[in-house]
């Protein structure tokens, strides 16, 4: 019987549990994986590839350059000329090339799809890295730029990253930012929705991504599907640039408050939107920005709020059994003498002795006052009274016999419900009434 209870009570949790298991897998199934021929791939015509995207261009005059290596890409865009090189997997870069696309020529601009922390530090960039969410999210643009402006509202919003003190353009909430270098410029966009064939027609996906790689006349496609090895070693590489480097000036960034080279407002040194926009150009909050909502990733909450959801719905389903007793009519009929029978078996196995008792007490009392013309909640007293009147017997003793309580024993138990049984037959039957040493027995 234990062990019924407990699986009642353990069932829908473990079916919960289960439900948000099976959601998680599912979903992480579901997403994306770069290492598929597939994947942003500018000759692909499946959901995630990105040849809708790659027609576009090409019907805009842009030259598409697919590259199938990073360093064959780095090749290409050190040769000269405007150019733009569109990394569609940058976890898959060997690390030793990510911090080379800073050292580009400074018209060259490097998108990179969704890097992670441990990609961005390569690439010489302190930047904090939030999420990933659950799924992308389309904001508005939140920046003045060109591209963003006609796009409107776009699902770039799965990774964050937070420029700080660089010299940076913000949109869709820090989901998408431009990092001025003392060369190369540097686009990060936290969601490969944009890129894919499958998600072009939503919100302003399609319009972002053609809008952000048509700036220059030249697009070098590294479409790269597994991990690269470590390069063959050669003479000393020059040195990355960091982070202090971008402390002094450089005549190729622009000045705060005028245009870059393509038109595009920044936001001035320190990246911050000027007249308080923060908030609307990805600035954080109270909530989000706390160490305890940053020290799980979004898919611990979303699994959270799902699993609080879910026993909403399971508390809604189970109403009918909260609150106090309701009584419903019994679905066959049973004897009552069967039914007297298994309550006294669950009275017994309890030991509730006094419950036993005053049961019997209570139907006695109800009995008296229908006899007597009584309303039914009448208090014991006024019952003890009337009852005290017929028998002749002292109101104190009465009173005992119709609510007094029991001793912990079976025989005790028996002894005062046959009393009262028996004053109830006395009263409403006109029987003898015996008090002393053969109290309760009726001739």
Not at 153 to 172: E, I, K, Q, S
Not at 283 to 292: C, D, F, I, M, Q
Not at 331 to 352: F, N, S
Request: hydrophobic share 40%.
């Amino acid at each position: 019987m234990k062990s019924r209870r407990w699986m009642r009570f353990a069932l829908p949790f473990v079916v919960v549990a289960g439900l948000a298991t099976l959601t998680g897998i599912v979903h992480a199934v579901e997403q994306s994986d770069p290492t598929d021929a597939s994947f942003l791939s500018p000759t692909s015509d499946e959901g995630e590839g990105a040849r809708r995207l790659a027609d576009s261009l090409a019907r805009d005059g842009v030259d598409i350059d697919v590259r199938s290596s990073t360093a064959d890409a780095l090749t290409a865009a050190g040769a000269g000329g405007p150019a733009t090189v569109f990394v569609t997997t940058p976890g898959l870069v060997n690390p030793s090339y990510l911090d080379q696309f800073q050292s580009l020529p400074p018209e060259v601009r490097v998108v990179l799809v969704a890097p992670g922390a441990e990609q961005v530090r390569r690439a010489g960039l302190t930047i904090p890295v939030g999420g990933p969410r659950w799924t992308a999210a389309a904001p508005q643009p939140g920046c003045s730029t060109d591209y963003a402006t006609a796009a409107g509202p776009a699902a770039a919003l799965r990774l964050a990253y937070d420029p700080g003190g660089y010299r940076a353009v913000r949109c869709y909430q820090d989901g998408l930012v431009e990092i001025q270098t003392p060369r190369a410029r540097m686009t990060l966009i936290g969601a490969s929705d944009p890129f894919r064939n499958d998600r072009a027609d939503e919100h302003g996906n399609h319009t972002l991504a053609v809008g952000l790689l048509g700036r220059a006349p030249r697009v070098i496609w590294l479409d790269l599907h597994e991990r690269e090895s470590d390069p063959a070693p050669t003479a000393t590489p020059p040195p990355a640039p960091t982070r202090d480097d971008q402390s002094g000036t450089d005549e190729s960034e622009p000045r705060e408050g005028e245009e870059d080279e393509a038109g595009e407002p920044t936001d001035g040194p320190s990246g911050e939107p000027e007249d308080g926009q923060a908030a609307e150009n990805g600035g954080g909050n109270a909530v989000t920005g706390s160490p305890l909502a940053q020290a799980f990733p979004p898919a611990v909450w979303a699994t959270l709020a799902l699993l609080a959801l879910a026993a909403l719905a399971l508390a809604a389903a189970s109403a009918r059994r909260l609150g106090a007793p309701v009584a419903e009519p019994l679905p066959v009929r049973v004897r009552a003498a069967e039914t007297v029978r298994g309550l006294g078996g669950l009275y017994r196995r309890a030991g509730a002795r006094s419950t036993s008792l005053a049961t019997v007490q209570n139907a006695a009392r109800l009995r008296l006052t229908e006899h007597f013309g009584m309303p039914p909640d009448s208090p014991v007293d006024e019952v003890a009274e009337r009852v005290a009147a017929v028998t002749r017997q002292p109101v104190a003793e009465v009173r005992h016999v119709l609510g007094a309580g029991v001793e912990d024993s079976d025989e005790e138990l028996a002894r005062a419900a046959t009393t009262v049984q028996n004053l109830v037959r006395y009263v409403t039957g006109q029987q003898n009434w015996q008090q002393g040493p053969d109290e309760g027995k009726v001739t």
